[in-house]
């Protein structure tokens, strides 16, 4: 039987990727699957939390008695997750929200010019950082655990983003390990808290780092 540990906490969970809509057929994505956040939700669901997830377009499905609040675009993202995380008593966000989005060209499809060789240009816009915009209105109380997919310098990449985004516990991971990150089962953490705690995870199913993640935010 899993431990009630999170009965009655509320926890707000982000996942999968963000789609930045450009034309009427074409948009700006990543290929996040949301396997690292359904494994959060999941284990705080079965140890009793309340959760909400605000996902990204994914293929998953989830409990009927989730709360699961479906939105495209990081702004989307960032409107459900400002408006819930109030009433929250931990977020775990997971989700690969694309920094930028393209200006958008309009609401009909780009044709392509046939007669000139050149390319196009797209111009992008930056994206609200909803994880950095949660950590700084965190009430006393509030835990908040984020991840950070690295292509190098790991550890000093998650010690500024604990400390720059206001964070309880930053969970990261190297993308370019084989085994770790993007559509993978797997996953290999460094994780690191606000009380100075640092820890390097062996690759583990992301249902067991999920397990211990919540285990380390609640100790
Ligand atoms: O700064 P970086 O994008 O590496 O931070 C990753 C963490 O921040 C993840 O937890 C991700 O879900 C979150 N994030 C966010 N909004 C953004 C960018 C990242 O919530 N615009």
């Given at each position: 039987l899993a431990p009630k540990d999170l009965?009655?906490?509320?926890?707000?969970?982000?996942?999968?990727?963000?789609?930045?809509?450009?034309?009427?057929?074409?948009?700006?994505?990543?290929?996040?699957?949301?396997?690292?956040?359904?494994?959060?939700?999941?284990?705080?669901?079965?140890r009793g939390a309340d959760v909400t997830v605000v996902a990204g377009p994914t293929a998953l499905t989830f409990p009927c008695d989730m709360g699961v609040v479906p939105v495209r675009s990081a702004r989307q993202m960032y409107e459900a997750c400002t408006d819930l995380w109030p009433d929250m008593d931990m977020g775990c966000l997971t989700a690969a929200v694309a920094d930028y989005r393209p200006v958008p060209f309009g609401e009909t499809k780009f044709k392509k010019n046939t007669s000139a060789g050149s390319g196009i240009t797209v111009e992008f816009e930056t994206n609200p950082d909803i994880l950095k915009t949660l950590g700084q209105s965190k009430r006393e109380g509030q835990k908040l655990m984020g991840f950070a997919a690295e292509t190098g310098n790991l550890r000093e990449e998650a010690a500024r983003k604990l400390e720059t985004k206001n964070l309880d516990l930053i969970a990261a991971n190297d993308i370019s390990r084989a085994g770790s990150g993007f559509g993978v089962a797997t996953n290999e953490m460094f994780v690191l808290d606000s009380k100075g705690r640092k820890e390097q995870w062996p690759q583990l199913p992301k249902t067991e780092v999920a397990w211990r993640l919540w285990d380390h935010l609640l100790l």
């Open positions: 009965e009655g906490r509320k926890v707000l969970i982000t996942l999968g990727p963000t789609r930045e809509q450009w034309d009427a057929v074409r948009f700006w994505s990543n290929p996040s699957s949301g396997t690292m956040g359904a494994c959060m939700a999941m284990a705080a669901y079965l």
